[in-house]
């Protein structure tokens, strides 16, 4: 079947979305070898993925994943991004994850470890003493009890293991990229998704939709980001109430300065920690501080805590200066056993 599709993909032909679905159940079950998978994903990508081919691979993918259930007063969000955009920036979206926390929010933060960047967010939550492998048990509790929670990749989805070889024959990207954050195994139906092309703002919102999805914001910053940011004007695409809206936002119109993508950039894994950490703790400096409120703003926005950016900013803003959001970076080390970590952050 896989030869007989990928040769319908060189003749520019679509695959139906049960035809999808059936050729990747033999590849997440390893039955080609990788040099097979590789074609056909290159195949796919260069013909441009259809709705129905990115909802079969999708739809197989959460099939074949392991799901966990947190219940929590609030809804459960993810925040997370196509990755790929290369500006090797701090860990923005993973320490806006944990000001969301400790605005009250509740996190299932699903990641992975970096692939085209410095440091991922499965490298930040390890070094503060998370076990990756940790039962799937311990991770609910923790989303329940703490309001963040991490899902290693890797752990919750282990036929993922079966595209890894093809994925790295490619080297590059593959409609995977785009899939990862949209398979959460918290099954989210709350998300901000940072995209790596203008062209996957609505398409992914309305992918989403067609899959129960409540509210989903995606996001691009001008300069290429795959987050929000305030170096420059973002492009972000909203669905709420089942409508579905897009609008450009200025930072500098929600009183936020106007920063330099060097003022986020680092060098190694210990300017991440330092970055994180730093952020967290009220001490970075303005553009890091600023950029980690701007997104956890769209985080409190799809949490249904905030109505708007306005008031996103601020409650952002107010959580790390009054020292809540060091405070629940602290509550989940301490929950770790990693205190002796965080406490060694100011002597790197």
Do not use: W
Request: with cysteine; glycine share 8%; net charge negative.
């Amino acid at each position: 079947m896989l030869e007989k599709l990928t040769k319908s993909l060189e003749d520019n032909q679509n695959i139906s979305f049960d035809e999808m679905k059936i050729v990747m159940d033999e590849i997440l079950n390893g039955n080609h070898r990788d040099e097979i998978v590789a074609t056909f994903l290159q195949s796919l990508s260069k013909k441009g993925e259809t709705d129905d081919e990115l909802l079969g691979m999708l739809d197989k993918m959460n099939e074949f994943s392991v799901h966990i259930s947190p219940n929590c007063p609030k809804k459960i969000i993810d925040m997370c991004g196509t990755g790929g955009d290369k500006m090797k920036t701090f860990n923005i979206s993973t320490a806006a994850s944990f000001v969301v926390a400790a605005s009250g929010g509740y996190v299932a933060k699903h990641g992975n470890r970096s692939v085209s960047g410095v440091s991922g967010s499965a490298d930040i939550f390890e070094y503060f003493g998370f076990n990756l492998d940790s039962d799937y048990t311990k991770i609910t509790n923790m989303i329940e009890k703490l309001g963040i929670g991490f899902m290693f990749a890797q752990k919750f989805h282990p036929a993922m293991k079966n595209v890894a070889g093809a994925r790295k024959i490619i080297s590059g990207r593959t409609a995977f990229n785009l899939l990862g954050p949209l398979s959460s195994p918290a099954q989210v139906k709350n998300q901000m998704i940072g995209v790596f092309a203008d062209e996957f703002l609505q398409r992914i919102v309305k992918l989403l939709q067609k899959r129960n999805s409540q509210t989903i914001m995606s996001v691009r910053s001008d300069d290429g980001m795959d987050e929000l940011s305030t170096t420059s004007n973002n492009k972000i695409c909203l669905l709420k109430d089942d409508n579905i809206t897009t609008f450009t936002l200025n930072p500098e119109e929600y009183g936020l300065q106007k920063g330099s993508i060097s003022d986020i950039q680092i060098k190694n894994k210990e300017d991440a920690i330092k970055s994180f950490v730093g952020v967290l703790n009220n001490n970075s400096n303005k553009t890091m501080k600023e950029i980690t409120a701007l997104n956890a703003a769209g985080g409190l926005i799809i949490s249904g805590i905030c109505n708007d950016f306005k008031d996103g900013i601020e409650l952002a803003l107010e959580t790390i200066s009054s020292g809540k959001a060091f405070d629940k970076l602290e509550e989940f080390t301490k929950h770790c056993d990693g205190m002796e970590k965080l406490e060694g952050v100011e002597k790197l």
